[in-house]
């Protein structure tokens, strides 16, 4: 069977987005075929803010996400392959999903259950606190 990974994204992404929040990715920065701004990498990880206001030309495939955002007032296409993508979660209050290393071979699922698993101390990773990472805009 096809990755579960590209059509939770999308859902959760719907989700997020229908109740009025802003829809962030966890991505890994260090995964291949990554196109983004790696000046706004912190530990190996970037914070993208995919809000409908915040990009243009959204495409959310099996493969990857696209879009086109500004970061410091330029204009840049990002490629963000889907397992890349560690977690998408609302900035306003946590909830998302965080997926784990297993999906690379096929075995979907998230990492931790659900998609309110952060809970109200926890960040997109699952730990006690907040990851330490800037927001891109």
């Given at each position: 069977?096809?990755?579960?990974r590209p059509y939770?994204?999308?859902a959760?992404?719907?989700?997020?987005?229908?109740?009025?929040?802003?829809p962030?990715?966890?991505?890994?920065?260090?995964?291949?075929?990554?196109?983004?701004?790696?000046?706004?990498?912190d530990?190996g990880?970037?914070?993208?803010n995919v809000?409908p206001r915040?990009?243009?030309?959204?495409?959310?495939?099996?493969?990857?996400?696209?879009f086109?955002a500004?970061?410091?007032?330029?204009?840049?296409?990002?490629?963000?392959?889907v397992?890349a993508?560690?977690?998408?979660?609302?900035?306003?209050?946590?909830?998302?999903?965080?997926?784990g290393e297993a999906d690379?071979?096929?075995?979907?699922?998230?990492?931790?259950?659900?998609?309110?698993?952060?809970?109200?101390?926890?960040?997109?990773?699952?730990?006690?606190?907040?990851?330490n990472?800037?927001?891109?805009?």
């Amino acid at each position: 069977m096809t990755s579960s990974r590209p059509y939770l994204i999308r859902a959760l992404y719907e989700w997020i987005v229908d109740n009025g929040l802003t829809p962030y990715l966890l991505v890994n920065a260090e995964h291949e075929g990554l196109v983004a701004p790696m000046e706004y990498v912190d530990a190996g990880k970037l914070v993208l803010n995919v809000a409908p206001r915040a990009v243009h030309n959204l495409a959310m495939g099996n493969e990857a996400v696209e879009f086109s955002a500004r970061f410091g007032g330029v204009p840049q296409d990002v490629r963000v392959p889907v397992m890349a993508v560690m977690a998408i979660y609302a900035r306003e209050n946590g909830q998302g999903m965080l997926f784990g290393e297993a999906d690379e071979e096929g075995g979907d699922g998230p990492s931790s259950g659900g998609p309110d698993d952060d809970g109200p101390n926890g960040g997109p990773d699952g730990g006690g606190s907040r990851p330490n990472l800037r927001v891109v805009k």
